[in-house]
């Protein structure tokens, strides 16, 4: 149906409008009104289309026919991809996600990229595609010189009192202070940044200690997440290190660089700086050392030429924009990123909290993404327990964790990536909105007639007639498939939660209007077709977004 032909559209003044004929008729220079009525007249009769009108300036509004929807509804329940095909097959997609810092702190904008990444690569796998998961978590730079001398000074641990990250992020604190009162332990500092990126064996074992202790840190919090990002996939900043040198001696020998002021930089006409200046990328700076920029190079190089990457995301804060522009367009023109390979920056908006401001702890700090999640999940317990007296201990647990998690997530995923919104556990844990308790308690309650009306829903009726709500639920049911293929093109998981919120609702009309169980013979066994059918694409639609389904609510 709706993969019949590509300009063919949802409608709300019939099942489907083709417009394809705007178009050709402009191309034969003919009146586009008489070219659809051409269209219509030379419809074929299959029993496919009920009813062929033209509409306004030339498009064709289509019914079908009950027995083809009827049909179309039977491959879907034959079919355990429902109508889903695998068009990624053969590509490969190197994503950049998750991202945080050693030493420091998850926050909230580690929360946004680690969701949106992780619901890409899911969606990105199911349509076949091969997705190369890098974490490129922030394990290199100067502040390593300022944390290890300090653990040198100060051989005892500092305080621990919040676990792993708690450690660290004193270490952090106290190490930062005094490199910025102590110009002598400023100096140590950088002495010993210098012995870092020599590779004094002491230094740098102290260096691996601290990046141990952190990772350990994040992949228990991708644990909680339900987020599969594993060892294998943390390939940090430092490791191009030893690539940095010939990235800056290639992008000179090719023109593409130039010195300027001590520094090797690279230049954009259309790139300057409030006072009109131009704003280069610098890929290697007066002092000789390599920052951010060129450890992207040469990890967008790698991505391309070892990991064969025929497509790049960068899932980052949008205030990132100007970096990833100036990095893409600086491979581009060293050559390292054909014309074939999309590289694309997949920026998201700010947090925000209740004042509108970026989310902040009412002391002022950022959030910790810790605190976050197990706040969202206190609530959920709440939530929970009030519908289910009867549930505790772990059970209760496990349940308050599938909704505190997927209430976060959805909240996170729902709105268009780019724009901000606002932080708020109350609402996103509503029964009630495009929530996603709403929608795991929509695949709830499916679940439970299903599970009241004990099976017999495999043979549907072709000849049945449907009503207005049994049809627009098989027609959304269809478009299943065309959502996911929509968020792969935009990169926009906030597609597809909108399209099985519409799918919820679009069921719970239906099961106001058209009783299941109470049905009788052959419509009894559409209806529960129809059931089995909305509760699977739901299930796999929120698995594809991260979101657990429990079966019970
Ligand atoms: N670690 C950086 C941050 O926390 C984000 C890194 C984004 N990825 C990249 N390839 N530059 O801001």
Not at 9 to 35: C, E, I, K, Y
Not at 133 to 160: K, S
Not at 328 to 355: C, E, I, K, S
Not at 363 to 381: K, P, Q, S, W
């Amino acid at each position: 149906m709706a993969d019949l032909a590509p300009q063919l559209r949802r409608s709300a003044h019939a099942d489907f409008q083709a417009d394809g004929v705007l178009a050709a008729a402009r191309t034969l220079r003919r009146n586009p009104r008489q070219v659809a009525a051409e269209v219509v007249a030379g419809l074929p009769d299959d029993g496919l289309v009920a009813s062929a009108v033209v509409a306004g300036p030339g498009f064709v509004n289509l019914d079908l026919t009950d027995r083809a929807l009827l049909a179309q509804l039977i491959r879907r329940l034959g079919d355990d991809r429902l109508g889903v095909g695998t068009p990624e097959t053969g590509v490969t997609t190197v994503i950049d996600y998750s991202q945080p810092n050693i030493a420091k702190e998850m926050h909230v904008g580690h929360l946004r990229s680690t969701i949106i990444g992780d619901a890409l690569v899911r969606i990105l796998e199911h349509l076949g595609g091969t997705v190369v998961r890098r974490n490129h978590i922030g394990d290199w730079g100067t502040q390593f010189g300022m944390l290890i001398q300090y653990q040198v000074e100060h051989p005892e641990p500092a305080p621990d009192d919040t676990g792993t990250m708690g450690r660290l992020a004193t270490l952090y604190r106290l190490a930062r202070a005094e490199f910025d009162t102590d110009s002598a332990f400023a100096d140590r500092a950088r002495r010993r940044v210098v012995a870092l990126q020599a590779g004094d064996a002491g230094t740098v074992a102290a260096w691996r200690n601290i990046v141990a202790e952190s990772t350990r840190y994040f992949t228990d919090v991708y644990d909680r997440l339900g987020v599969r990002l594993t060892d294998a996939d943390t390939v940090g900043e430092s490791a191009y290190n030893a690539a940095l040198p010939a990235i800056a001696d290639e992008l000179e020998r090719r023109g593409v660089a130039v010195t300027s002021d001590g520094a090797l930089c690279v230049f954009f006409d259309d790139l300057r700086g409030p006072d009109g200046e131009p704003s280069p990328l610098i890929v290697r700076k007066r002092d000789g050392g390599f920052g951010y920029a060129a450890t992207d190079l040469a990890a967008l190089r790698q991505r391309v030429a070892e990991l064969h990457a025929d497509r790049l995301l960068y899932v980052v804060d949008a205030r990132q924009a100007r970096h990833f522009r100036m990095v893409f367009d600086t491979a581009r023109r060293a050559g390292w990123l054909p014309a074939t390979v999309p590289a694309v920056h997949v920026a998201f908006g700010t947090v925000l909290g209740p004042d509108g401001r970026p989310f902040k702890t009412r002391a002022g700090d950022t959030v910790r993404l810790v605190d976050l999640l197990t706040e969202a999940v206190d609530r959920a317990r709440e939530v929970v327990a009030a519908k289910n007296p009867g549930l505790t201990g772990a059970a209760l647990d496990e349940r308050a964790w599938q909704v505190g998690i997927g209430a976060v997530k959805y909240a996170d995923l729902a709105t268009n990536r780019t724009r901000d919104y606002l932080y708020d556990p109350q609402r996103m844990l509503a029964l009630a909105g495009n929530t996603g308790v709403y929608l795991q308690y929509a695949h709830a309650r499916v679940r439970s007639i299903l599970a009241r009306a004990d099976g017999g829903h495999t043979t549907v009726d072709v000849t049945a007639t449907l009503e207005p709500a049994e049809r627009a639920l098989i027609l959304d049911l269809d478009a299943f498939a065309d959502t996911l293929a929509e968020v792969v093109a935009g990169h926009e998981p906030h597609r597809l939660c909108g399209y099985l919120y519409r799918l919820a609702q679009t069921f719970t009309t239906f099961y106001e209007h058209s009783p299941v169980l109470r049905a009788t013979g052959p419509q009894r066994a559409n209806r529960l077709a129809l059931c089995h059918l909305t509760g699977d694409t739901l299930r796999t639609g929120l698995h594809l977004l991260g979101i657990p389904t429990p079966d019970h609510l």
